[in-house]
C-alpha cells in the first residue's frame, strides 16, 4: 500500500497548491483547477480506502529482514483490481468532461458529486471500526474477522470528526460581515483535526508534546538563570530577595561547572586496544551480519542518513565494527582481511565502491565517537522529575515500595558505587552484597512454601526499579510466595557513579550474587538494555568452555527467558544505536524529545552507551536463541511493541517467525505466536511505544503470564 499511500499525499498536496492559486487569483481556468484538483483528492481517497479494506493490493512475499519481493497476486484480485481502477478512471473523465463542456459551470452538481464521494469514503471507515462483534471487514488478512486493533477507534473518531465538520458544507450560510462563510468555517474545522490525527498517529498528544519541551526548557535554563542571578547580586552589591536563593544559585553554578569537567573526562582521547576477536570470529559475526544485509541497512550506519559512501568511508566502519580499531591504529596485518569483507559487501550490493572518502560522511562508531551530553540541574539529582509527573524523591519512594513488598537490599561497601545523590535510606538498611560492583533486592520465598522458581531481573535505561513497581506488586499480589531478585545497574538509572563493569564482570557478579542467595534456577526476566545483558549469556563466544566464561554457568541456572522490548536482535542494524543515540528528535514527536533529553544525554548513560556497549558481545542470533531454547527445554518470551522507537520491532518479529511454523492467536490486547518446534513465543502489541508495556494493569497481565504461564502444549522440541 505504500505506492498507493505517496500518490495520495501528492494529489493532496496538488489540491491545496491549486487552492491556493484559487483564493489568490478567482478566474474560471483558476477555478476549475481548484474544484478539479479537489474531485480527484477525494475520488482517489474512495479509491485506495476500497483498496485497503478489500486487499485487492498486490500481496508480498516478506523475506527474513528487510528484503521483499513481489509475490504474484491471484487471478480474480487482480482482475478486481483492474476494474475498479478503470471505473475510477471513468467516473473522473465523465465528472470533468460534464463541467467542462457545460456552457455554465453546475455547481450544485460537482458539490453534491464531491459529497457524494467523500461521505461514502467516510463511511467505509465507519464500518472499519466498528467493535469486533458486528465487524464488516476482515481488518489484516490472516486474522480473523473479529480482529480489531486499539488503534481502530481513534480511525473512527477522526473520520467521524471529519464528517461532522462537512456538515458546514451542506448547511451553507450568508457570510457575516461579508468575510466569514461556511466555507471557511469548514476549512477551519478540518484543519486541527489534521493537527490532531497526526500527532496520534504517533503515539503522543499535543498536551504531552508541549509539557515534556517545557520540562526540557526549564530544566536547562535552571544553571544560565543561577549564573546571572549571581552576577547581578555580584554587580548590586547586595542580597536579592533570600540568601538560600543565593546558598542555592551558588550550588547550581558549582554544580554546572563540575558536570562539564565530568563530560570533558568523559570525552579523553584514549587509543583502541586489541581486537576482542579472532580472525574466525570476525569472519563468522561478518558472514551473519551481512547474510540480509541492504544498501539501505549499510547506509544507515553514516550520517548524514542516506549518504553516498566510499571505499575508505566502509573501511572507516569495518575497523570499528570488526577490529574495534581506527585508521589511525589499523595494522597492516588486517588489510587483505578488510580488503575480502569490502568485496563481499560490495558483491552483496551488487555495485563497485569508488575508491577514497565522501567528505563529511561519518560512519556511526559508538566506542570512538563523543560522547554528547546535555547538563542537568542539582535539582534533578535531588528531586528526581518522572517525565510526566514530579513524584519527589523517586529513589527513596521506590525503596519503601519494594521494602513493604518483603524485598532486602543488598549493597556493595566498596567505593566503585558512590553514586549520587547519595541514598542514605538503604545505606542504613542494606546488608553486604556478595558482588562488588551492584546493588541489588532479594525478596526470599516464604518458609515452608512450595514456590517457583525466583524471578531474575534486569531493569533497563531509566529512574532504576520505579517503572516496575506496579508489575512487582501484582505479582506478588498473585503468588506471595514469589521470590525475586532484581539487580540495580546504577550507571543506567539517571545517577552519577563509575562507569559499566565488563561483560565478563558483570556476569561473575551475577553469578555470584545467584549463589551467595542458594538459588540454582532462575526465571532470567530482562528489559530493554538489561536484555542486553541477558545477550551475554544467551550467545557466549566460542570459547566459553575453554576459558571458563561464566556465561556459562550462568546460564545453567537459567529455566526460562522473557525479554521484553529486547535490543540484542539485529544489532548489527543501524537502528538501535542511531535512534538512541544520533537521532535528532522530530517535531511534534513529544516521544522522541523524551528519549533524547532525559535519556540518551544522560551524562551517564551516553558513557555506558559510548563507551560500555560493545556490540558483538551482546547481540542474539536467532540459531543461538534456539540452542538456548532446545537445552533442557527452557522456555523463551519476546515481547514487542509495534510503535517502538528504539527497537526496529517488525524487523525482529519477522526475524524470529519467518524461519519457523508457528500459529498467531490475537487477543484483545496483543497478538501471540507460538512455535509449533520449540518452546519459543513472541507477544506482539501493535502500536506501542518502548517501555509503555508497563504502564497497564492488561498489558501486564500478559506480563506476568509470560513470568508464570499456565500450562501449554509446546511442539516437540529439536536438538542441536
Known amino acids: 500500500m505504500k505506492s498507493y499511500y505517496i500518490i495520495w499525499a501528492f494529489t493532496g498536496l496538488n489540491t491545496w497548491i491549486w487552492s491556493s492559486v484559487f483564493h489568490t487569483r478567482d478566474l474560471p481556468f483558476t477555478e476549475k483547477l481548484d474544484y478539479f484538483s479537489a474531485a480527484l483528492t477525494i475520488l482517489y481517497s474512495l479509491y485506495y480506502s476500497v483498496i485497503r479494506l478489500s486487499h485487492l493490493y498486490p500481496s508480498q512475499q516478506r523475506a527474513r529482514l528487510t528484503l521483499a519481493t513481489k509475490a504474484p497476486s491471484s487471478p480474480e484480485r487482480s482482475l478486481k483490481l483492474k476494474a475498479w481502477s478503470l471505473l475510477c478512471v471513468v467516473v473522473y473523465v465523465c465528472h470533468v468532461s460534464y463541467l467542462t463542456l457545460l456552457p455554465r459551470f453546475d455547481y450544485a452538481y460537482n458539490i453534491t458529486f464531491n459529497l457524494v464521494i467523500g461521505l461514502s ?56 460581515k461579508g468575510i466569514i462563510d461556511a466555507h471557511s468555517l469548514w476549512h477551519l474545522a478540518t484543519a486541527p483535526i489534521a493537527v490532531l490525527c497526526f500527532l496520534e498517529m504517533i503515539g503522543k498528544s499535543l498536551p504531552e508534546y508541549i509539557f515534556i519541551r517545557l520540562c526540557i526548557a526549564g530544566l536547562r535554563l535552571v544553571a544560565p538563570v543561577s549564573v546571572i542571578y549571581l552576577l547581578a547580586c555580584a554587580a548590586t552589591g547586595r542580597v536579592i530577595v533570600s540568601p538560600i536563593l543565593v546558598a542555592a544559585a551558588a550550588c547550581e553554578a558549582i554544580f554546572y561547572a563540575f558536570f562539564f569537567f565530568r563530560c570533558w573526562r568523559f570525552n579523553k582521547t584514549t587509543s583502541p586496544g586489541p581486537p576482542r576477536l579472532t580472525r574466525a570470529q570476525r569472519q563468522d559475526l561478518f558472514e551473519r551480519s551481512t547474510l540480509h544485509f541492504t544498501a539501505e541497512n549499510l547506509s544507515g550506519w553514516f550520517i548524514p542518513p542516506k549518504s553516498e559512501i566510499k571505499r575508505d568511508n566502509l573501511r572507516e566502519w569495518i575497523l570499528w565494527a570488526m577490529f574495534a580499531s581506527t585508521p589511525e591504529h589499523a595494522s597492516p596485518e588486517w588489510d587483505e582481511e578488510i580488503d575480502q569483507y569490502i568485496l563481499a559487501t560490495e558483491k552483496k550490493l551488487g555495485c563497485k565502491l569508488e575508491p577514497g572518502r565522501v567528505p563529511g560522511v561519518q560512519s556511526l562508531r559508538l566506542s570512538f565517537d563523543p560522547i554528547y551530553t546535555l547538563h542537568r540541574p542539582l535539582i534533578w539529582y535531588i528531586v528526581r522529575i518522572s517525565l510526566l509527573h514530579i513524584v519527589g524523591i523517586v529513589d527513596a519512594f521506590t525503596s519503601l515500595c519494594l521494602l513493604s513488598l518483603g524485598f532486602k537490599h543488598y549493597a556493595p561497601r566498596r567505593p566503585y558505587v558512590r553514586a549520587f ?14 558482588a562488588p560492583y551492584f546493588p541489588y533486592w532479594y525478596r526470599p520465598p516464604r518458609p515452608s512454601v512450595e514456590s517457583k522458581n525466583p524471578i531474575l531481573f534486569l531493569h533497563g535505561i531509566g529512574i532504576g526499579l520505579y517503572p516496575y513497581v506496579p508489575l512487582l506488586q501484582e505479582i506478588l499480589r498473585a503468588d506471595s510466595s514469589q521470590s525475586m531478585v532484581l539487580v540495580e545497574f546504577l550507571p543506567v538509572s539517571f545517577r552519577m557513579t563509575g562507569p559499566m563493569p565488563t561483560r565478563w564482570t558483570t556476569l561473575e557478579a551475577l553469578n555470584n550474587i545467584l549463589e551467595d542467595l542458594d538459588i540454582s534456577k532462575v526465571t532470567l526476566a530482562a528489559h530493554s538494555y538489561g536484555t542486553f ?17 561464566p556465561a556459562l554457568s550462568l546460564g545453567d541456572k537459567v529455566s526460562a527467558l522473557v525479554l521484553v522490548d529486547p535490543i540484542p536482535f539485529l544489532l548489527h542494524l543501524p537502528t538501535v544505536a542511531y535512534n538512541f543515540l544520533y537521532r535528532p528528535p522530530g517535531p511534534y514527536r513529544g516521544n522522541e524529545w523524551q528519549l533524547w533529553y532525559f535519556a540518551s544525554r544522560d551524562a551517564d548513560v551516553a558513557r555506558v552507551l559510548g563507551r560500555c556497549f560493545f556490540w558483538e558481545e551482546g547481540c542474539i542470533w536467532r540459531e543461538d536463541l534456539r540452542r538456548f531454547g532446545a537445552t533442557n527445554g527452557r522456555r523463551v518470551s519476546v515481547i514487542l511493541g509495534g510503535g517502538d522507537q528504539i527497537v526496529p520491532s517488525e524487523a525482529v518479529r519477522e526475524y524470529l517467525t519467518s524461519d519457523d511454523e508457528g500459529d498467531w492467536r490475537p487477543t484483545k490486547e496483543c497478538e501471540r505466536w507460538q512455535s509449533r518446534r520449540e518452546r519459543l513465543e513472541v507477544i506482539w502489541f501493535p502500536g506501542l511505544d518502548h517501555a509503555t508495556v508497563f504502564e497497564t494493569k492488561e498489558r501486564r497481565k500478559m506480563l506476568m503470564q509470560a513470568l508464570n504461564p499456565p500450562h501449554t502444549s509446546y511442539g516437540a522440541v529439536e536438538s542441536f
Open 121 to 176: 469514503h467516510n463511511a467505509l471507515w465507519l464500518l472499519y471500526s466498528l467493535p469486533s462483534s458486528i465487524s464488516v471487514f476482515r481488518r489484516f488478512p490472516g486474522h480473523p474477522r473479529s480482529y480489531r486493533p486499539a488503534f481502530v477507534t481513534k480511525a473512527g473518531i477522526f473520520v467521524g470528526l471529519t464528517t461532522a465538520a462537512t456538515a458546514l458544507e451542506l448547511l451553507d450560510f450568508p457570510p457575516l
Open 533 to 549: 545483558i541477558a545477550g551475554h549469556i544467551v550467545s557466549p563466544p566460542p570459547d566459553a568452555e575453554a576459558t571458563d566464561d
Open 421 to 434: 545523590p547519595p541514598r542514605p535510606l538503604l545505606y542504613l538498611l542494606s546488608k553486604p552484597a556478595a
